[in-house]
């Protein structure tokens, strides 16, 4: 159930060019983890629940060091509940 609303949510992020954002091909299969010194699979975590969005925060899947966070916006949620 969880993994189902995650793939929607994904597929809403994926159609927002933001060139401000660094984090713009942020895929989050794998990052640099500072703790392992090289790239490494990252696990998403629900870290806010906030009025414009949800924030994640990407642990490493070796030493669980928080390795990155993204914001996933809400608006394409509210237009696929009915
Ligand atoms: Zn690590």
Request: charged share 25%.
């Amino acid at each position: 159930m969880a993994r189902q609303k995650f793939t929607k949510a994904h597929g809403g992020y994926a159609k927002q060019e933001n060139a401000a954002d660094m984090f713009k091909e942020f895929d989050a299969t794998q990052l640099y983890c500072p703790c392992c010194k090289q790239a490494v699979p990252v696990r998403k975590r629900l870290l806010l629940v906030l009025p414009e969005g949800n924030k994640y925060e990407y642990l490493c899947a070796f030493c669980s060091e928080t390795v990155g966070t993204k914001m996933d916006k809400n608006v394409v949620q509210d237009s696929i509940i009915i």
